[in-house]
């Protein structure tokens, strides 16, 4: 498979890049092409809300002139893509957040009974990683991503995991059992 992974975090090197580099390297081993976009190194601006995107069926069509575009055509390009954030204030970075927000524009007849989108049946799963327990923390950022990719994206979400209590000595430790779980359910076995 050709998988996309997406960095939501605004470091480069930090603990969710840390996770995501484990991940990588099992779909590596297992002969998969990993390609990485960090967020923070594109200009991504905010959704305007204008809906001009819903008027136009050849996807992706959003009116802003930003590197959207492109990521959205790796996007379309990839079999699966892996979404990794930290979570700041109970939800995913302001970068992934508005990355998300973009994605409207690859939606086609969005809110209709055959609505779908130009990345409909991808495999998508979400990493995330957060300072304090994972209850009452990450899981709001995992209910948004389900809804998200499952009822606006039509994907198949094949697994959230979640690395808590990041600065606590044995995080590696926590972070590989919970990047091959993660590989496990991408790869479907
Ligand atoms: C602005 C901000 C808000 C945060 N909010 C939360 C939070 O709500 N819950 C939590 O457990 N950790 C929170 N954290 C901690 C980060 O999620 C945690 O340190 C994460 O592992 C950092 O990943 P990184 O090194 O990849 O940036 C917050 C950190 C920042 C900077």
Redesign the pocket.
């Known amino acids: 498979m050709k998988i996309l992974t997406i960095?939501g975090?605004?470091?480069k090197?930090?603990?969710?890049?840390?996770?995501l580099g484990m991940l990588e390297e099992n779909l590596i081993l297992h002969g998969h092409e990993v390609e990485r976009i960090h967020i923070s190194s594109h200009n991504i601006k905010g959704c305007m809300g204008c809906y001009a995107c819903m008027e136009n069926n050849d996807e992706p069509s959003c009116i802003l002139k930003d590197d959207a575009k492109s990521i959205f055509e790796k996007m379309i390009a990839a079999d699966a893509i892996i979404y990794?954030?930290?979570?700041?204030?109970?939800?995913f970075?302001s970068q992934m957040k508005t990355l998300i927000d973009r994605h409207y524009c690859m939606t086609i007849n969005f809110g209709s009974p055959n609505g779908t989108s130009s990345i409909a049946g991808k495999k998508v799963a979400l990493l995330?990683?957060?300072?304090?327990?994972?209850e009452?923390?990450?899981d709001f950022a995992e209910e948004i991503f389900d809804k998200s990719m499952r009822f606006v994206m039509k994907c198949e979400v094949v697994g959230k995991e979640t690395?808590?209590?990041?600065?606590a000595p044995d995080?590696e430790v926590r972070a590989k059992v919970a990047t091959d779980k993660l590989t496990a359910s991408i790869l479907g076995f």
């Open positions: 960095l975090s605004p470091k090197n930090g603990k969710t890049s840390k996770a990794a954030s930290p979570i700041y204030c109970y939800d970075t995330t990683t957060c300072m304090d327990k994972k009452g923390n990450a690395i808590p209590l990041s600065n995080y």
